[in-house]
């Protein structure tokens, strides 16, 4: 499975409109290769460097498996909330220094129950035993 974007390579620089600074709008991301068996996808964008840890940007789950691209500014699945206590993307807003974010994207064999999927510890717990592939793209973004 894979998780790219046409907006910036691995590793390579998220642009100005996805950040806090631009318009705080998601990417668009391609997603290739999905196995088979996955029922649903689940995708977790944060920032490890963070200065008091890791901090979560977005969290969307029960994702369609058949799902080739999430568009710009678009709402894939369902929502759960994030480090800014809101259910929807946060872009890329580091108080200072150039920070990594990491989308990860995962196939799960089930779909997973909304009302038990608050934020991120919530759905890596519903996750477990489920995941049967996993990708990342990173990205990183540094205030001018």
Do not use: Q
Not at 30 to 56: C, F, H, K, T, Y
Not at 57 to 74: D, G, K, L, M, Q
């Amino acid at each position: 499975m894979r998780i790219t974007s046409p907006a910036f390579e691995h590793e390579g620089t998220i642009p100005f409109e996805y950040t806090c600074n631009g318009k705080d709008i998601n990417p668009p991301l391609g997603i290739e290769e999905v196995p088979n068996v996955a029922r649903s996808l689940a995708l977790v964008v944060d920032d490890p460097d963070a200065p008091n840890g890791d901090w979560v940007h977005w969290v969307v789950f029960n994702i369609s498996p058949e799902t080739p691209e999430i568009a710009e500014n678009s709402v894939p699945g369902e929502e759960a909330s994030n480090d800014f206590d809101r259910r929807s993307y946060g872009g890329p807003c580091p108080p200072s220094g150039t920070h990594r974010y990491f989308f990860r994207l995962y196939a799960l064999d089930t779909e997973l129950d909304p009302e038990k999927v608050s934020g991120r510890h919530s759905l890596e717990k519903e996750m477990e035993g489920h995941i049967v592939a996993r990708s990342e793209l990173m990205g990183k973004y540094g205030k001018e």
